[in-house]
């Protein structure tokens, strides 16, 4: 059996990276976040948000309460009106895709590294026990 070092994994990695980057999803993903950018109501609401955002921690700070929930108010009316923009409502889905075929790469090395471990040290994949920990639990025989 071959073993790799950790700049020969590293650099694998990051080929998997460029692959992953030239997807439709990646490139759906990119599209969609350049018209966000360009987009001057979105962008000004998101500016607006900022700005009562850090308002809301000094009146946190300053403890006035009343006036943190009215800027908190509005920060929740203004997230609604963003999140009702088209454009951002497919800015979200798409990232939930891109998050999803993330999770579902990192979700496969994990499992495939586990099994590998598990089937190179003569365990059992479906108990999800290496080979060690089954000869660890086999009792001494009698001789």
Avoid: C, W
């Amino acid at each position: 059996m071959h073993e790799y070092t950790r700049k020969e994994i590293l650099d694998e990695a990051k080929h998997l990276a460029k692959m992953l980057a030239n997807t439709e999803e990646i490139d759906r993903f990119k599209k969609v976040e350049a018209k966000i950018n360009e987009n001057q109501k979105v962008q000004h609401l998101i500016k607006r948000i900022k700005a009562l955002q850090k308002q809301a921690v000094n009146l946190q700070a300053y403890g006035k309460p009343e006036a943190q929930q009215k800027v908190e108010k509005e920060i929740e009316q203004l997230q609604n009106e963003i999140d009702a923009i088209p454009i951002v409502q497919e800015f979200k889905e798409i990232q939930i895709v891109v998050n999803d075929v993330l999770q579902l790469v990192t979700g496969t090395i994990a499992r495939e590294v586990t099994t590998e471990v598990i089937e190179s040290t003569g365990g059992d994949v479906l108990a999800g026990e290496t080979g060690s920990k089954r000869k660890s639990m086999t009792p001494p025989s009698n001789h």
